[in-house]
């Protein structure tokens, strides 16, 4: 078995031949270099390995079912990504996460206020709209302590909309610079 580190030297030194890779975190940056040298690549998504695993799940099983996956006919090959796909994917995928956690965060305010009487209705805009008249309210029964975890769910709040802004904004920057069609491998 080769460790990743030695997977490109490996391939140098050999003739180009076929290639069968699960899709995986490094399957596309290697799959990139490993055409480079020659070799034809094909990435198969793990769901379509599986049923070719024999025995239990481990580096052994998965690369004889990989070979024997790969020169299935009937098999379906994930297409290897370019760079610019992979940094789209990246911008959707970190700002979704963004959104989650803003959206996690805003419940669980939501849910905390409740256990004090406060009711917020569902929405973020409404969380954050809410937040500071509390803040402002002194005779809303909130004591300080609560007050303070208050102040850093707002600021929680104002770096996840920046975080998410400034994925928005790469995003239109992206799409205005190519015409909204995805930027050439560079």
């Known amino acids: 078995m080769l460790r ?9 030194q050999k003739e180009a031949c076929l290639v069968g890779m699960e899709s995986c975190a490094i399957a596309h940056f290697l799959a990139r270099e490993l055409q480079k040298l020659g070799h034809q690549v094909k990435l ?3 769901q379509y390995v599986k049923p070719f695993v024999r025995g239990n799940k481990n580096d052994y099983n998965d690369a004889l079912a990989i070979a024997e996956a790969v020169t299935r006919p009937e098999m379906r090959f994930a297409s290897i990504k370019m760079r610019s796909q992979q940094d789209i994917q990246a911008l959707h995928r970190l700002r979704e996460r963004r959104i989650q956690e803003r959206t996690a965060l805003c419940n669980q305010v939501r849910g905390l206020l409740a256990e004090y009487g406060i009711i917020i209705t569902m929405g973020i ?3 954050q709209r809410r937040i500071p008249e509390l803040l402002e309210d002194v005779e809303n029964g909130l004591r300080d302590v609560f007050r303070q975890f208050l102040c850093q769910i707002q600021k929680q709040l104002q770096e996840l909309d920046a975080h998410i802004g400034f994925y928005n904004e790469t995003w239109i920057q992206l799409a ?3 015409g909204g069609l995805i930027p050439k491998n560079t």
């Open 4 to 12: 990743r580190s030695q997977v490109l030297t490996y391939f140098t």
């Open 44 to 46: 198969i998504p793990p």
């Open 125 to 127: 805009r409404s969380v």
């Open 176 to 178: 205005s610079a190519t």
